[in-house]
């Protein structure tokens, strides 16, 4: 599921992106389609398992940065948050740290 969130963010796809997670994920928490551009992407490692039904990956993304300074021009480092609801694994949150 975050492959297809991170690919329709490259994309600027914004509700095939919001369609891979969960309905609560937004900007407030960690969304940065419609906001920060992105022109690539990779997850750098496997996931952390902080429990059974949820995953943390740390992905690179490469941003033009955002408007109000807060994500720099260049490489970013993004961690995102999926968890498993419904049948199914959502992002849930997304950030500068875990």
């Known amino acids: 599921m975050l492959d297809t969130y991170l690919r329709a ?7 095939i992106a919001r369609a891979a997670a969960a309905p609560a994920f937004s900007s407030e928490n960690g969304d940065l389609c419609g906001d920060v551009e992105v022109s690539a992407f990779s997850v750098r490692e496997d996931a952390a398992t902080p429990g059974p039904d949820e995953v943390v990956y ?4 490469t941003t033009d940065g955002s408007s109000d300074g ?3 021009r260049g490489e970013t480092l993004w961690f995102y948050q999926l968890e498993h609801r419904g049948g199914e694994w959502r992002v849930v949150s997304g950030g500068s740290g875990p």
């Open 70 to 72: 807060t994500i720099a």
């Open 9 to 15: 963010l490259v994309a600027g796809e914004c509700a």
């Open 58 to 61: 740390s992905t690179i993304l």
